[in-house]
């Protein structure tokens, strides 16, 4: 492989996947600089990767820059203390505010795998909502995406409310089934 393919391809991975690896990356970085500096790592390795391996067996470019972003974020913290560590003297802390930190800082992280998965199959989702129906897909983009209530929907589409509902809840119903949900 020549340099201007490697070129190429770098340069279509990294438009595709900046925004869902900046989204990453900013949501785990407690500084915007961090984030920078970790994305910034993130496609320099990407590069050298490709450069010296080349790419032919990346099935998911996606999937393997936010794997490189996840063990630039876990590398890139190890330095600091953990988050518990950081909070030493709580007395200034109301017992409400202690319990919520306590609470945020023993909450369970979904993993990125998880994450990952769980986005691959919205997509997979949203795309056979979409083959099958636009309307119902319409529907779906105004109310999970956009965040419209279902009245609101209703009027925009110029449809009855109960026909958004038999809709949205006929099709939930048959994409749980369809993928075992």
Request: hydrophobic share 35%; proline share 0%.
């Amino acid at each position: 492989m020549g340099n201007s393919d490697i070129d190429r391809y770098f340069d279509s991975v990294y438009t595709e996947t900046l925004s869902s690896v900046s989204r990453f990356v900013v949501s785990h970085a407690a500084r915007f600089q961090d984030a920078e500096d970790i994305i910034q790592n993130v496609y320099t390795r990407f590069y050298k990767r490709i450069s010296d391996k080349g790419y032919d067996d990346i099935e998911s470019a996606e999937a393997f820059v936010i794997n490189i972003a996840k063990f630039e974020c876990r590398s890139f913290f190890s330095g600091f203390k953990k988050q518990k560590d950081r909070v030493t003297n709580m007395s200034g802390f109301s017992e409400e505010e202690s319990a919520a930190l306590e609470a945020e800082m023993s909450r369970d992280q979904q993993s990125l795998e998880d994450v990952m998965s769980d986005k691959i199959l919205a997509k997979q989702i949203f795309d056979d909502i979409i083959k099958s129906d636009e309307t119902v897909g319409k529907i779906f983009y105004l109310h999970f995406v956009c965040d419209m209530k279902l009245d609101e929907v209703a009027r925009q589409l110029g449809l009855n409310l109960s026909t958004v509902k038999t809709k949205l809840y006929r099709t939930i119903e048959r994409q749980k089934k369809k993928f075992g949900i």
